[in-house]
């Protein structure tokens, strides 16, 4: 009878562990993943006020950028041809 109560109480501690152990992993699963996002976001966010730079001044280099950022989807077709024909922002 002790032996029995031994194993079962074994079990009992080996589930307890895997139910710990994937807790876990998924906490850490999902911090990680809260932090690509917010990475991507913070990346998205730069990139369209760089884009949104290129509509204030003239300049080759700049109408190259004002192309990427046109293809990429970041600024407007309406703010690309405004800027393209001199009228540049503020």
């Not at 009992?12 to 807790?23: E, N, P, W, Y």
């Amino acid at each position: 009878m002790g032996a029995s109560m031994d194993n079962g109480l074994k079990v009992l501690i080996a589930a307890a562990c895997v139910v710990i152990i994937a807790g876990g992993a998924y906490v850490g699963w999902t911090q990680y993943r809260e932090a690509q996002l917010t990475a991507a976001q913070t990346e998205q966010s730069d990139r369209q006020a760089a884009c949104r730079g290129t509509l204030t001044k003239a300049g080759a280099a700049l109408q190259t950028l004002r192309d990427e950022c046109r293809k990429a989807g970041l600024i407007s077709d309406e703010e690309y041809y405004r800027a393209n024909s001199g009228q540049f922002t503020d």
